[in-house]
C-alpha cells in the first residue's frame, strides 16, 4: 500500500473549488495543539481505507478535528473499506489530516474527564432529529442533536464545524454495515456531505404519511388553540 495514498486534492473551506492536501504518512503533525496530550483510539474512513490507531490530542476528539489541523497518528494499522483485506499495520503513517476522513468512529475514551461545571456547562437545550446522511460512498443513519430554530437539512450549509456528531449511528457500505456496537458517535466530515434525510428510526427511510383523510372531530390541534 503506497504511505502517499491521503495525497489528493480536498475541499476548500472557503468555497474556492479544491486545495491541495499536505497530509503524508511521515513527519510530525505541525498543527497539533498544544497543552498535554493523551492518546485516544479512533476508527476513520476515507475513500478507500479503514484507519484504526490512536490520536494524540490533548481533549476532545470532535475538537481536535474541527480545528482542520494535522494530527499525530500512532500504533496505526489499515485496510480496504470494504473489507476485501484484514487489517494491517502500517508504521509509516505518523500524521493525519482531518480533510481525508469521510467518517471517523469515536468509542466513550472519546471525551476527557469532565468537572461538574464544564458537564453542565455542555447541556444545552438542543432538539434531536433522526436522520440519514449521505456521504458517498457511505450512508450514516443515527440521532442529531441541533439548537432550537435549526432544521436537519442546514447541515449541507457551510459552517465552522467540519465534523458534526451523529449518536446512536450506524454506518452501511451497499446496505451492510460497517460500524460496530459501542460507538458512542460517529463524526461525519460535512464536506462530503451529500444529502439529509429525516427518518423513521424503526425503518432507516423516511417516515411516509399516512394515507386517508381526517374522519371529523375536534383534533388535538384544535383544542390547543
Do not use: C
Not at 30 to 35: E, K, Q, S, V
Not at 39 to 47: I, M, R
Request: zero cysteines.
Amino acid at each position: 500500500m503506497p504511505f502517499d495514498f491521503l495525497k489528493r486534492n480536498k475541499p476548500d473551506p472557503s468555497g474556492g473549488g479544491k486545495r491541495k492536501g499536505s497530509a503524508s504518512g511521515t513527519g510530525s503533525a505541525a498543527g497539533t495543539p498544544g497543552g498535554a496530550q493523551r492518546g485516544v483510539a479512533f476508527e476513520g474512513l476515507t475513500e478507500e481505507w479503514r484507519l484504526v490507531g490512536m490520536m494524540e490530542i490533548p481533549g476532545r476528539l470532535s475538537d481536535a478535528l474541527n480545528k482542520r489541523e494535522s494530527i499525530t497518528i500512532a500504533d496505526v494499522k489499515w485496510a480496504p473499506f470494504d473489507g476485501s483485506a484484514e487489517l494491517v499495520s502500517a508504521p509509516g503513517l505518523k500524521t493525519i489530516d482531518p480533510y481525508d476522513l469521510i467518517i471517523v468512529l469515536a468509542g466513550e475514551g472519546s471525551l476527557p474527564p469532565l468537572t461538574d461545571a464544564e458537564r453542565s456547562a455542555f447541556k444545552v437545550h438542543k432538539i434531536a432529529y433522526d436522520v440519514a446522511l449521505e456521504v458517498p460512498p457511505f450512508r450514516v443513519v443515527g440521532t442529531v442533536y441541533l439548537f432550537p430554530g435549526s432544521e436537519p437539512d442546514r447541515l449541507l450549509d457551510r459552517a465552522t464545524e467540519m465534523f458534526i456528531p451523529l449518536v446512536d449511528a450506524t454506518a452501511y457500505l451497499d446496505g451492510r454495515s460497517v460500524t460496530e456496537e459501542n460507538i458512542e458517535a460517529i463524526l461525519v466530515n460535512r464536506f462530503y456531505l451529500r444529502g439529509v434525510e429525516q427518518i423513521d428510526r424503526r425503518t432507516g427511510i423516511k417516515a411516509q404519511t399516512l394515507p386517508g383523510a381526517p374522519l371529523g372531530g375536534t383534533s388535538w390541534q384544535d383544542r390547543s388553540r
